[in-house]
């Protein structure tokens, strides 16, 4: 069985569906055993606590520093004893040393195709104002393991979504969220928890069955 915690900061509809992927068996062989936010307002803690899932807030604003959160953020995840670290919506910056802990085991979805609009300053509603600024018809959503960089890590899964004409950022999001993200992330939690992907430098491959 796969022990998840998944890191949120929001709305947490990325989480909704990583619970309604457990209870569903979209996501097999794999258990939430916590929801940590940095927000204490993130109504991700509320669907965690509708679900009967541990959840608890690690806000930075809780601490007389950064070092310190950073600390409090690693024994919060290491103290649930987590397999995989899942990055829901999660807009904090990871300390170095919670990455180098949970090397390969750490995944985010970002909303665009990588490495299009994403890096420092790329995050939210943000991403998809970038998008219609461009122009550009098509967009969507990654699923990576994360390293150091920001959105650099060995790509999992991509899906485009169609930009149209009238989009707001808003409606872009949704649609982004609806035919890509809600789909992907609970996807490759599966795939890595019943072992049908693995990391080769950096690239991520599917185990031939
Ligand atoms: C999603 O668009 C996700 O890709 C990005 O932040 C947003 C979180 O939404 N990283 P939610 O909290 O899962 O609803």
Known sequence: MLRIAVLVSGGGTNL??????????????????????????????????KAGIAAQCVSPKDFPDRAAFNRALLAAIDSCRAD??????????LPPELIAAYRNRIIN???????????????????????????VKV?????????????????IAQKPVEVRDGDTPEILQRRVMEEAEWNLLPKAIDDIAND??????NQVKRREL
């Open 16 to 49: 909704q569906a990583i619970i309604d992927g457990v209870a569903n068996g979209k996501i097999t062989n794999t258990e939430i055993a916590v929801v940590i936010s940095n927000n204490k307002k993130a109504y991700a803690l509320e669907r965690a606590a």
């Open 84 to 93: 995989l670290i899942v990055l829901a919506g999660c807009l904090v910056v």
């Open 109 to 135: 979805i970002h909303p665009s195709l990588i490495p299009s609009f994403c890096g420092t300053g790329y995050y939210g509603l943000h991403v998809h104002e970038k998008v219609l600024e461009r122009g």
């Open 139 to 155: 967009t969507g959503a990654t699923v990576h393991f994360v390293d150091e960089g920001t959105d650099t890590g060995p790509i």
């Open 196 to 201: 049908r992907i693995f990391i080769d430098g």
